[in-house]
T-cell receptor, first 115, second 113 residues
């Protein structure tokens, strides 16, 4: 059982390039989330999806887009990367919405550096 | 802007002591609250959640919620060096596409042996 996988593990990217971070879960969870974590700023929600086919914006959505074509996959795309998007990106999933006390399970993270 | 506030620390306690971690939130509509632990270089993992006013105990951990004061805390009894980590408080918030979590910046706990 893999749980949540993220790819790549790390990436160095030139500014202006397009990049897609991949996230796949095998737990058949309905909800999925993308966070970025920067030193001193904690986890900040980028986008989320409470069910396949729907997505919502989080705290810091600018410069990022997501799609949720199926239950298992939730890719995050940076259309034109900028240095301020250098961060550790975590994908998470949960069986249902958090208001029901549903635990979010986190992937191992992707360390992205934009030069 | 909906926010979850935590003291960044570091909070230092000796082994065997009680560690007290605090959190306040701005969204009065928040219904459920979570505490996650994150070791350096690792992913966050859930310790416990609480949604009713009062205390909730799980082993050495006790979460406390006071919705009137918009205050959540986590007590760790008999602190161990293995408890040294960053503790993240999170609150539910209603967005355009349903409910999500807003996290605080985390409190770093150091337990000395």
């Amino acid at each position: 059982i893999a749980g949540i996988t993220q790819a790549p593990t790390s990436q160095i990217l030139a500014a202006g390039r397009r990049m897609t971070l991949r996230c796949t879960q095998d737990m058949r969870h309905n909800a999925m989330y993308w966070y970025r974590q920067d030193l001193g700023l904690g986890l900040r929600l980028i986008h989320y999806s409470n069910t396949a086919g729907t997505t919502g914006k989080g705290e810091v959505p600018d410069g990022y887009s997501v799609s949720r074509a199926n239950t298992d996959d939730f890719p995050l795309t940076l259309a034109s990367a900028v240095p301020s998007q250098t961060s550790v990106y975590f994908c998470a999933s949960s069986d249902g919405a958090p208001e029901g006390g549903n635990e979010q399970f986190f992937g191992p993270g992707t360390r992205l550096t934009v030069l | 802007q909906k926010e979850v506030e935590q003291n960044s620390g570091p909070l230092s306690v000796p082994e065997g002591a009680i560690a007290s971690l605090n959190c306040t939130y701005s969204d009065r509509g928040s219904q459920s609250f979570f505490w996650y632990r994150q070791y350096s270089g690792k992913s966050p993992e859930l310790i416990m959640f609480i949604y009713s006013n009062g205390d909730k105990e799980d082993g050495r951990f006790t979460a406390q919620l006071n919705k009137a004061s918009q205050y959540v805390s986590l007590l760790i009894r008999d602190s161990q060096p293995s408890d040294s980590a960053t503790y993240l408080c999170a609150a539910t918030t209603r967005g355009q596409a349903g409910t999500a979590l807003i996290f605080g910046k985390g409190t770093t706990l150091s337990v000395s042996s």
